[in-house]
Each structure stands twice: as C-alpha cells, then as structure tokens.
C-alpha cells in the first residue's frame, strides 16, 4: 500500500518543485494532494503529467495523510504543523519555525539521516535554511577525515531564497533599468538588479542577520555542536542557485589533494575542479540539479590545516524540496512509517 502525501504551499515556488520531485523520484505515493490558503483555493498546479486543484488548508481532514510536506512559511507552520501531526501524519518543514526544538529532528539526509528516529516526540522534522543544507553536505565528509574546528563562509545567495516576489522584482528592475524607466523597490531594502545587498533576514543585536545566525545554530546542530562557524550572506542579482565561499580549519592536516578524493566520493556532492578559465561550476550550471557542486578546492596558508572552497546548489531543490522529499524517503526506507489503513 502506496502513501498518502499532502503538500502545503503547493502554488509556491517550493511548493511546486515539491510537487515535481515526488513524481522524478517515484515516491511510493498512492495519493498526492495540494493545499495552499483560500484565496489560492482552485488553483491548478502540475503532478507529472497531471493537474492537481488545490484544496484550502484549514478545512482539509489531515487523518488519513502519512505524509506532509511544508513549505508556507513560518507563521502558517507554528499554527498548523502542530494540529497536521495531532492527526498522525508526519511533518515535514521546510519553515524555520521548529528548526530550534530540541524536540523535532533537523535533517540533512546525507548527513545525518538516522536523525529521522527522532520524529515521534512531535510528529515533525524540520528542513534546515537552504544556505546550511549545501553547506553542510559539503563539510560533513570532510569533518569525518580531520575534524572540523572553525568555518567562515559568505553565501551568495539567489533571489528565489526570497520567494516568487524576489524573482519577480529582479526581472522587474532588470527591465526598468535596460528601458531607463524608474527602479521601484518593495522586497529588498536596496534595488537588487546589478547590485549586491548584504543582509538577508533581520539585524540582531550582536550585528549579524538572522540569516547568518541560522547558519551557525544549524550547523553546530546537524553536524557537530563543537564547530565554530561565523557567515557573511549576501544577496546578489541570480534567480536560483545559492553559491558559497568557504573556508574551514582542521584539527588535523588535510592536503587539498585528500579533500578533493573525499568529497568525489562522497554523497549528494559532486566535484568540479579544473584548475582553468570554466573548470569550476557556477550557479547557472547548477540550477535544475540535486547536486552540491564544488570546485575550487585549494589548501588555505594563512591558518594550520586550513582548506577554502567553492559550494554551489539549487536552493529550491536540495535547499528545500529535495531535501523535504529525501527525508521522506528515509523515514520510508527505515521502516518507520507504515501507511495508513484507508477505509473500505
């Protein structure tokens, strides 16, 4: 017996890749069905070759759903998530509302997938931000063969992190500016066409975004609580794909030459690192893929046992929905989830 599989967000940008990584993946679902808000209530959304209409989320019955995938924002899964899972299915988040629960699981598959187990406290786990997801299937290898003590990165992040309004407000400034008429500026503090903006989220006290917290609090997380990481993120003008420049220090010697044999053989990452004008990729290459792509893998002088390197990934994908999708999958291939018995 199939699963049954709701996905909540299912008009928005990670929605609708949801919605496409279960059918190229071939999730065992009997039934797929999409919920978005009210006023999205109607709205047709692609399933493979099918069209789903979605349903409005809060009079849909959740008690025979196995399976549901979030992704509508923080406020939407504080309310619901909790009633979703009174209901016996199995929440996953892609919002960082229960990131931080000492009580709900935070997981990257690659990494840490036996996490997973830890579902049945709440009845939710959380997806991580989409800039620590590649960041993190790209240290973990890594940290395994010499230990990592202390990363700093800058992200270069897409503006589809922001929603469909990001993109949307690119594409609009970028006409604007090629026809000389006004740049209008409403998503982001600053115009974003041709420019870059360092702040993502909201200033904390200490100076640092939001963004930048979650980064660290994430990473110590899901991969090892001891590893001391600072983040710079930025905003830059590229519709999908978020791209990072890291640089990690060891406890112990790595020689790049090591790192790049390690991280081609390891899961979810894919190298790309000819030392030569195009050897490394971009995130234009990187958009449509599941990959964690990095190149650039070169030893650091400045600090003992240092390495920096370049990471790239679809945020919509391995950043949000595949991630969602590959948790799924987990709880699944771990025999810890039995589908529900329907009704005759």
């Given at each position: 017996m199939g699963f049954k599989v709701a996905v909540v967000g299912a008009t928005g940008n990670v929605g609708r890749v949801m919605l496409d990584i279960l059918e190229e993946r071939a999730f065992p679902a009997d039934e797929v069905v999409a919920l978005a808000s009210r006023r999205s209530q109607g709205t047709e959304v692609s399933f493979g070759d099918r069209r789903l209409k979605t349903k409005a989320l809060d009079s849909y019955d959740f008690s025979d759903v196995?399976?549901?995938?979030?992704?509508?924002?923080?406020?939407?899964?504080?309310?619901?998530?909790?009633k979703i899972a009174a209901q016996g299915a199995v929440v996953i988040d892609n919002s960082s509302a229960w990131r931080y629960d000492s009580d709900v699981p935070l997981v990257v598959p690659e990494v840490n997938a036996d996490a997973v187990r830890g579902f049945t406290k709440k009845n939710i786990i959380a997806n991580p931000n989409c800039s620590t997801a590649q960041l993190v299937v790209a240290l973990k290898p890594l940290h395994d063969a010499a230990t990592i003590k202390r990363v700093v990165v800058a992200t270069y992040q897409s503006v589809s992190g922001a929603g469909k309004e990001g993109e949307d407000e690119l594409?609009?400034?970028?006409?604007?500016?090629?026809?000389?008429?006004?740049?209008?500026?409403?998503?982001?503090?600053k115009r974003i066409a041709f420019n870059l903006?360092?702040?993502i989220d909201a200033f904390m006290e200490d100076g640092s975004t939001k963004e930048e917290w979650k980064m660290t609090v994430e990473t110590k997380k899901i991969l090892d609580p001891k590893i001391k990481l600072t983040a710079t993120c930025v905003r830059v003008p590229v519709f999908i794909s978020h791209s990072e420049a890291v640089n990690v220090e060891f406890e112990r010697p790595l020689s790049a030459e090591e790192a790049m044999r390690i991280l081609r053989t390891a899961p979810g990452v894919v190298v790309i690192?000819?030392?030569?004008?195009?050897?490394y990729i971009t995130?234009?290459?990187?958009?449509?893929?599941?990959?964690?792509?990095?190149?650039?893998?070169?030893?650091?002088?400045?600090?003992?046992?240092?390495?920096?390197?370049?990471c790239v990934s679809d945020n919509l994908r391995k950043g949000a929905a595949?991630?969602?999708?590959?948790?799924?999958?987990?709880?699944?291939?771990?025999?810890?989830?039995q589908a529900k018995k329907k009704a005759a």
């Open positions: 196995d399976i549901c995938l979030m992704s509508a924002g923080g406020d939407v899964s504080r309310e619901w998530a909790p594409d609009r400034q970028t006409r604007a500016l090629y026809s000389l008429q006004d740049v209008e500026q409403k998503k982001f503090p903006i360092p702040h690192d000819r030392r030569e004008p195009g050897g995130p234009h290459e990187a958009t449509g893929e599941d990959a964690t792509y990095v190149s650039r893998i070169r030893e650091d002088i400045t600090v003992e046992n240092g390495l920096s390197f370049w595949l991630n969602a999708v590959q948790i799924a999958e987990a709880l699944v291939n771990r025999g810890l989830l």
